[in-house]
Every structure is written in C-alpha cells, then in structure tokens.
C-alpha cells in the first residue's frame, strides 16, 4: 500500500476497519479474557483468576459484549447445578495473528523503551 499517494476518502476507507477492530477490542479486559480463552473453554471463576485485577462485574460485562459481538460463546450445560462455561468462537480465533503480532511488538517496543531510560 502507497501511503503516500492516500487521499482522504480513501485513508478514511482503510480507517474504517481497523476502527471498528478497536472498537470491539477496547479497553483493558477484552484481550487478555481472550487470551485466557484460547488454552480453552473456562467457567467464569476461572477466567476471573487468570485475568488478574478484574471484578466479577466487569467480567460479567465483557464477558457479555465479546458475546454479543460474536467472539465469546456461552454454553449452559444441562447438568445440576448448573455450570456455565465460555469459550472462543471460530470467528475470534482469526485474532491469535493480531494477538502475536501484538505480544511481539510490545517486546520490542519495551526493550526500545527500557534501553532508553
């Protein structure tokens, strides 16, 4: 992509997507509730304890809004009492690419940082 032949309309179409990424992925608690989800399906107490300094509250919110953006599913299993597990949909596995593109980027970007300091 020639970046330096972009003209508004068209650096505004290449935006678009990677918005509506952010969008969906913002804040502090959806990517690492994702990564916890990719070893596999958890109950929410698990998920609690391997994303660490999260409330039940905001678990439950996020939780709630991966799955209505189709990347968590909630699977009720007919047993008693009732258990609940989460796990990734097929769709927000495509991230495992973004996620360790990410975690490499964010290793040299503190390697660069702490040289720095």
């Known amino acids: ?16 997507p990677v918005r509506d990424a952010l969008d ?6 959806k990517l690492p509730i994702i990564v916890a989800l990719t070893f596999g399906e ?13 409330t039940d509250r905001m678990l439950s919110k996020e ?3 991966l799955e209505l953006n189709g990347l968590v599913t909630r699977i009720v299993h007919d047993t008693y ?3 609940v597990t989460y796990s ?12 360790e593109a990410l975690r490499k980027w964010g290793e040299i ?5 702490l040289q720095n300091a």
């Open 109 to 113: 970007h503190r390697k660069n940082i």
């Open 24 to 29: 969906i992925l913002n804040g502090k608690w």
């Open 88 to 99: 990734l949909t097929p769709h927000s596995q495509s991230l495992n690419e973004v996620i």
């Open 42 to 54: 958890k109950r929410f107490g698990e998920i609690a304890k391997e994303v660490n300094g999260i």
């Open 63 to 65: 939780l709630r809004d």
């Open 1 to 16: 992509m020639d970046n330096l032949h972009l003209d508004h309309s068209e650096c505004k179409a290449i935006l678009r």
């Open 81 to 83: 009492p009732v258990k």
